[in-house]
């Protein structure tokens, strides 16, 4: 791929909402780590990542205001195959990012600061509930490509082969979508149920950055 080719491509990304998003995510946890190795020897570096981490996290909840409607949005719409794992799913997404503003506005000074809490715990909530349900419906997904590639590989075709490839490729895609929803969890659950394992540092730093690169690599440019 030459270099003219990766940059039409990053463009593209970068035009997008969630290409955005996941660059700034990046930004919020590489700071967050950089912040825990600096703290003890080096307090004025690491003073600077926070404020890093901070200015990220806050940008990027700038930058999902009305995300909640593509929640509400699904839920208007028949659910599906998936049926009520669809209907929680996509409304746990919807009140994620719709009580995120609220979070937003309190700690950047619009509301009061008290808000900021209670707003964020109802938001996590409902993100670890969607997530719940979004990785659920990639496992039954996975589960029934594995059955479909079985039965192409055991009866042949003339298009078994290509068959295959896009059920592969269907697969890759939701493994990525499963890795970035696990690691959301996790960072959900450190709001909710504090804990020492989900709360430390390297543990978000690392959560947050699986969530950033799959979600990198889904919304590459083809």
């Known amino acids: 791929m030459s270099t003219g080719d990766t940059l039409d491509k990053l463009v593209v990304f970068l035009a997008k909402r969630d290409g955005i998003d996941k660059l700034v995510k990046t930004f919020q946890y590489v700071s967050k780590l950089a912040h825990w190795?600096?703290?003890?020897?080096?307090?004025e570096f690491a003073k600077r990542?926070?404020?890093?981490?901070?200015?990220?996290?806050?940008?990027?909840?700038a930058f999902r205001s009305?995300?909640?409607?593509?929640?509400?949005?699904?839920?208007?719409?028949?659910?599906g195959e998936f049926g009520?794992?669809?209907?929680?799913?996509?409304?746990?997404?919807?009140?994620?990012?719709?009580?995120?503003?609220?979070?937003?506005?309190?700690?950047?000074?619009?509301?009061?600061?008290?808000?900021?809490?209670?707003a964020s715990f109802v938001s996590a909530f409902g993100e670890s509930v969607g997530y719940v349900f979004f990785i659920a419906m990639d496992f039954i997904m996975i589960r029934r490509g594995l059955r479909q590639e079985r039965k192409l590989l055991r009866e042949g075709g003339k298009d078994a082969d290509k068959e295959v490839r896009k059920i592969r490729m269907d697969r890759v895609m939701?493994?990525?979508a499963t890795a970035a929803n696990v690691a959301d969890l996790i960072i959900g659950i450190a709001e909710i149920e504090p804990n020492p394992f989900c709360n430390h540092a390297v543990?978000?730093?690392?959560?947050?950055?699986?969530?950033?690169?799959?979600?990198?690599?889904?919304?590459?440019?083809?």
């Open 37 to 43: 190795g600096a703290e003890s020897s080096r307090p």
């Open 49 to 61: 990542a926070k404020s890093w981490e901070t200015a990220s996290g806050l940008s990027r909840k």
């Open 66 to 79: 009305g995300r909640f409607l593509t929640g509400f949005n699904a839920l208007r719409r028949a659910p």
């Open 84 to 118: 009520a794992l669809a209907v929680l799913a996509n409304a746990g997404e919807m009140v994620y990012f719709f009580f995120d503003h609220f979070t937003w506005l309190s700690r950047v000074g619009v509301l009061e600061v008290w808000l900021a809490r209670r």
């Open 174 to 176: 939701r493994l990525m």
């Open 203 to 222: 543990t978000l730093g690392i959560s947050g950055l699986v969530s950033a690169w799959a979600g990198w690599y889904r919304n590459w440019p083809s």
